[in-house]
């Protein structure tokens, strides 16, 4: 089956512009989450969300940084006024649910620039 | 608060020559831990994860990890590496009262001809 998709690929934008990044999570999954991968770093964790329970938006570095998740399924994560250090690989994943949240399932990434 | 550490920011090896990864972290509870690999312009999945019971665990592409308590370790082994496994490994840790994992900041393997 399809796993999970991320887009674009890759997003070049300038300094003060606003960003969009997509999740289409896979079928059925009901956790999804958002990462930020920054050169030479681990994941950071950004935001969780599980089913129809408010989000965990505890790692959003900033409120530039939302997120929404539209019928439990597709999830945008949008960037307001974006800075140089926004610059970062940006990943998403997703899992069955609460039992399962260890085994994510993750999209190839949104490499953001931001010039 | 959890941390892991992964010592290796890089590690070279000759193809077919045996490789260790090395993992720490610090915890004071209960922990899953695991294992996960990017491949270059791929997502990051899953490579093995230690839950509970046996403490070495066999993942997939022949790699296995021994979890050591004592030593608040998981590192990661291959008895014979394939140039196929030049990837990024990461290291994460999760108690089981959320649903969070920490991550380590990844080593690459880099597998020399």
């Known amino acids: 089956g399809a796993g999970v998709s991320q887009s674009p690929s890759n997003k070049v934008t300038e300094k003060g512009k606003d960003v969009e990044l997509r999740c289409d999570p896979i079928s059925g999954h009901t956790a999804l989450y958002w990462y930020r991968q920054s050169l030479g770093q681990g994941l950071e964790f950004l935001i969780y969300?599980?089913?129809?329970?408010?989000?965990?938006k505890s790692g959003l570095p900033s409120d530039r940084f939302s997120a929404e998740r539209t019928g439990g399924s597709v999830s945008t994560l949008t960037i307001q006024r974006t800075q140089q250090e926004d610059s970062a690989v940006y990943l998403c994943?997703?899992?069955?649910?609460?039992?399962?949240?260890?085994?994510?399932?993750f999209g190839p990434g949104t490499r953001l620039t931001v010039t | 608060a959890q941390s892991v550490t992964q010592l290796d920011s890089q590690v070279p090896v000759f193809e077919e020559a045996p490789v260790e990864l090395r993992c720490n972290y610090s915890?004071?509870?209960?922990?899953?831990l695991f294992w996960y690999v990017q491949y270059p312009n791929q997502g990051l999945q899953l490579l093995l994860k230690?839950?509970?019971?046996s403490t070495l665990v066999k993942g997939i592409n022949g790699f296995e990890a021994e979890f050591n308590k004592s030593q608040t370790s998981f590192h990661l082994r291959k008895p014979s590496v394939h140039i196929s496994d030049t990837a990024e490994y990461f290291c994460?840790?999760?108690?089981?009262?959320?649903?969070?994992?920490?991550w380590g900041a990844g080593t690459k393997l880099i597998i020399k001809p």
């Open positions: 994943a997703s899992t069955r649910g609460t039992s399962e949240t260890y085994e994510q399932y």
């Open positions: 994460a840790v999760s108690d089981n009262s959320n649903y969070q994992l920490i």
């Open positions: 969300f599980q089913g129809n329970s408010a989000p965990d």
């Open positions: 915890s004071s509870v209960s922990v899953y």
């Open positions: 230690y839950l509970s019971g």
